[in-house]
């Protein structure tokens, strides 16, 4: 049977840790009770626990480091661009304070309008950094939501079989989501049976 919510659940699952649903027990060493007919599983612990699962949360975490890392390499790099001018402006402004007595009426006019283009160049390059850094993030950002929605598409098409094959195995008519349980019989829950169907698959 598919769940409709199970997408968003993977989708939660594979985004990074979330607090324990008030139903989540530890797993069940108890026999299934005969002639049941449902149970429930705990979807972000089959996620979390199983191999595909796994997989697809250190592919995704890989993705994130890489861009983390490209990111702020890029970043270093145009931060020490607009650092370098910027040293070039100060020292271009000592130069103009110390000369004031000194330097010609030309020579003091030329160095401000010097001074003037500089601070000019330093504001235009720092908006281009920040709409470069915004444009690299967001580039990264759909990166990673890409990923995590093919990662998503490969384990509901895992997960579906798991979850009819342990169904059809006992003989249960449903399996409930535990997100949405207050309290469950700990014998009903089949969590680590379809984690290992979907780790053999």
Excluded: C
């Excluded at 002639?35 to 089959?46: E, S």
């Excluded at 030329?110 to 504001?123: C, H, K, P, Y």
């Excluded at 384990?155 to 469950?184: C, E, K, Q």
């Amino acid at each position: 049977m598919r769940l409709a919510v199970l997408t968003t659940l993977i989708a939660v699952a594979l985004s990074g840790p979330t607090a324990a649903p008030v139903a989540a027990q530890a797993p069940s060493s108890l026999p299934f009770p005969a002639g049941t007919r449902y149970a429930f599983v705990d979807l972000q612990r089959i996620v979390a626990e199983s191999v595909h699962g796994q997989n697809a949360n250190a592919q995704v975490q890989q993705l994130l480091d890489r861009k983390r890392t490209e990111i702020e390499a890029r970043q270093a790099t145009l931060q020490t661009q607009i650092d370098t001018k910027n040293q070039s402006l100060l020292q271009m402004q000592q130069r103009l304070a110390q000369g004031e007595t000194v330097m010609s009426l030309e020579a003091r006019q030329s160095l401000s309008r010097d001074i003037n283009r500089l601070q000019v160049d330093i504001q235009r390059d720092t908006e281009d950094a920040q709409a470069e850094m915004q444009r690299v993030t967001q580039d990264a950002d759909a990166e990673v939501t890409e990923l995590q929605q093919r990662l998503q598409v490969e384990l509901d098409s895992r997960l579906g079989p798991a979850l009819s094959a342990v169904a059809t195995a006992r003989g249960v008519d449903f399996i409930l989501n535990s997100a949405g349980l207050v309290w469950a019989n700990p014998a009903l829950d089949l969590t680590q049976v379809v984690i290992n169907d979907l780790n053999g698959r």
